[in-house]
């Protein structure tokens, strides 16, 4: 992928008709995955979809009379979650994202009626694919924008030392740990640790900067 594949993550409100919305509106306290999606025909497609929350058992018993028996099939259920294979009908919205070649980061989050996306594809087809006329009808809520980075910012030793300053309250005011503590907990010198949390946060600095910048101007181009 080249220096003009963005990553975008947008929401927006699934129409009143679906039973997603229906369902998702009517148990607020629920979550519903889509942890695949794969289309087998023009209209129909096949999901994975995880339900987690209360009230479980409620909609269960809401959802079964409604939707056609032999379109689902229960994988397991439990207190805090249910998991089933279901047919998906009118699989526009994905088949939009097909055409535009773009790369469908799962799970499709789906909470009180607004489902959450993330994409990664060139911008031109990003653009052309919200400037369709099935999209235009949408309110589409673009939440986060940035140049797609397929490697990792920080390399494995820069990640583990980050994790670790967090969870040992290096960055809280006051610290919970000192930088030579911090240094002997890890096994390398207060003048090497400090030298990493350098580097560190120039890595993570640029990239904020460099994501807000583009997002501001990827924005303009989309008419946002």
């Known amino acids: 992928m080249n220096d003009d594949t963005i990553q975008v993550k947008f929401t927006f409100p699934i129409p009143g ?9 009517s148990y607020p306290l629920l979550q519903f995955k889509l942890l695949s999606l794969l289309p087998f025909s023009k209209n129909q497609g096949y999901c994975l979809l995880q339900i987690e929350g209360t ?35 009118d699989t526009w919205v994905l088949n939009l994202i097909v ?29 052309q694919m919200f400037n369709h006329s ?27 030392i980050l994790t670790k300053a967090l969870a040992n309250g290096f960055f809280e005011i006051p610290r919970r740990i000192s930088l030579s503590d911090f240094a002997k907990d890890i096994g390398i010198s207060p003048t090497a640790l400090s030298g990493n949390i350098r580097r560190i946060t120039q890595k993570l600095g640029d990239k904020y900067l460099n994501a807000f910048d583009f997002k501001r101007e990827t924005s303009k181009k989309m008419g946002n």
């Open 17 to 25: 008709d679906k039973w997603l919305a229906k369902f998702s509106r």
């Open 55 to 89: 009230n479980l058992n409620q909609f269960w018993e809401n959802f079964t009379p409604v939707y056609e028996a032999k379109k689902f099939h229960l994988i397991f259920k439990d207190e805090k979650s249910i998991a089933l294979n279901i047919v998906i009908e």
């Open 99 to 127: 055409e535009a070649k773009a790369v469908l980061h799962f799970p499709i989050i789906i909470h009180n009626g607004i489902a959450l996306f993330e994409l990664i594809a060139p911008r031109v087809k990003i653009e």
């Open 134 to 160: 099935n999209w235009k009808k949408l309110e589409i809520s673009i939440k986060q924008t940035g140049r797609y980075c397929a490697n990792s910012i920080l390399s494995p030793r820069q990640s583990e």
